[in-house]
């Protein structure tokens, strides 16, 4: 076994030699006291200024007294410390280790300045854990990947210099040092997955494969080097599958890959969407569901945090639609009207018909702001004829399934606008012609069915 020291951490920070700031994540346990330990003896050759961040979960009665612990450590090592309180919040069903998790880097994330790192404690055994948990779970290659010991966080770096370090080389190193650490009692609890492994399952492994540890973590990188293979084939494909609206996919492209490839790219898209992957079984009904699905339906494939649905030749990509505002009914004095969450605001605006628009005061028509009124007919010029407002929305481009999100602006009985697909103008030779209104800051925006203004 080769023992750590402050050397392998300044071979692995040596590509990154502009970086302002590097910062450790200290928890105060063995891994992350090694890690600051050896950090700060190099700091004469760090790239940047060193800092460390505790971050309290809040999870523990003694976790004011650990955040204690680790300001006693970095004030005996000259290291600046920021304590950072967590906020976790766990849904009924989630687990609490992947919401802390989650909470974890959302907060290192913020700390970071433009090429900042942040260094984290992860070391070969917990590389071999991940692993494990990932076939136990049926996870595919960028599963079985484990932790990459480099990735982006926010306008930063992620680093993880431990990931080749075995913990037995940690443990000899504070044994030498003399390093105090705090022990998590969570650590010994067999309720958590990774615990179950660690203490008891890996342990067997090594009695008959003594090297178990390594060899699983050299098993990781191979699956992180076939991902990203498979993913520069993706990122290939994907540059010839644009939709005919900003985001979306082309639903005859897709269908025209061969499926490994289609689920490759689909996964790619939405990764970099930033909505949440799908399980093997969402992304077949993709493909076997959606794609085949005729062109005048809208079939939806939902898992939390994101709902894929189709609009003509598009396959979109979505956040889960808030329950449509069937019953709202908004009174309005043609200034700027503020919807509720998450459907924006309204404005006016010139019509280009010989009219202000929407006017305020004594002489402006009482207007009202509501939603999914079925039935509606609308006059898109004074001479012309009043159509139905489904015939509108279809030439709008508008899917079915936003139309009941559609703000329509009343002045009485009458329709006088659609939000950002027209105004309705009134009876021909009528001083108020028409109604111009304009949608914004609803999260519709960038799927460019709503340009116009009402």
Known sequence: MRPFSPEHLIAALAPYPGAPRVWVAFSGGLDSTCLLSATAAAAGRLPGALHAVHLDHGLHPDSARWAEHCLDVCEALGVPLKI???SIRRAPGESLEAVAREARYAALAALLGPGDLVLTAQHQDDQAET????LLRGSGIEGLAAMGPVSRLGPGWLLRPLLDVPRAALEAYAREEALPWIEDPSNASLAFDRNFLRRRALPLLRRRWPSASATLARSATHCAEAADLIEAQ???????LGGTRPGALSIAG???LDPALARAAVRL???RRGLPLPDSAHLRRILTEVLPARSDVSPLVAWPGCEIRRFRGDLMALEPLPPPPTDLSLSWDGGVLVLPQPLGTLRRVPTGQGSEGVRGGDGAPRLRVRFGIPGQRCR???QGHRRALKKLFQEAAIPPWLRPYVPLVFAG???VAVAGVCACAGEPNADHQGCGVRWEGHPWEGLGCFSAPG
């Open 131 to 134: 692993l494990l948990l990932a």
């Open 234 to 240: 993706a990122a290939e494909a994907l540059a010839g």
């Open 254 to 256: 897709v269908a025209g």
């Open 269 to 271: 898209w939405l990764r």
């Open 84 to 86: 950072d309180q967590l």
């Open 413 to 415: 009985d009458r329709l």
């Open 380 to 382: 898109t010029r004074p």
